[in-house]
């Protein structure tokens, strides 16, 4: 049973920091590209940043980049997004997004951890 459960969101003032992790089990987690998604009321979900299966090569919104950073731990099966600057406009549930291409495409979802930038 292919699992990815978040974890890490909550509360935080503007101008703050988070960093929700993903644990991922159920799957080979090394050649899978990881990525993270998010989704604000109203509106549609988008990709916030994504990562390699070896980790070589991230990509970001343009809405996040210098501020986001993604990572992964391949040892752990494990992917983080550290979040600095945080503004309102930051405030959605956040995703984790698992992906394999083999003769298909092999796709995951976590349930999505919830951060709320406010004062």
């Known amino acids: 049973q292919v699992q990815l459960v978040e974890s890490g969101g909550g509360l935080v003032q503007p101008g703050g920091s988070l960093r929700p992790s993903c644990a991922v089990s159920?799957?080979?987690?090394?050649?899978?590209?990881m990525s993270w998604y998010r989704q604000a009321p109203g509106k549609e979900r988008e990709l916030v940043a994504s990562?390699?299966?070896?980790?070589?090569?991230?990509n970001y919104g343009d809405s996040v980049k210098g501020r986001f950073t993604i990572s992964r731990d391949n040892a752990k099966n494990t992917v983080a997004l550290q979040m600095n600057s945080l503004n309102s406009e930051d405030t959605a549930v956040y995703y984790c997004?698992?992906?394999?291409?083999?003769?298909?495409?092999?796709?995951?979802w976590g349930r999505g951890t919830q951060v709320t930038v406010s004062s």
């Open positions: 997004h698992g992906r394999h291409v083999v003769y298909t495409i092999l796709e995951y």
């Open positions: 159920g799957l080979v987690f090394s050649v899978h590209d």
């Open positions: 990562i390699t299966s070896s980790g070589n090569s991230t």
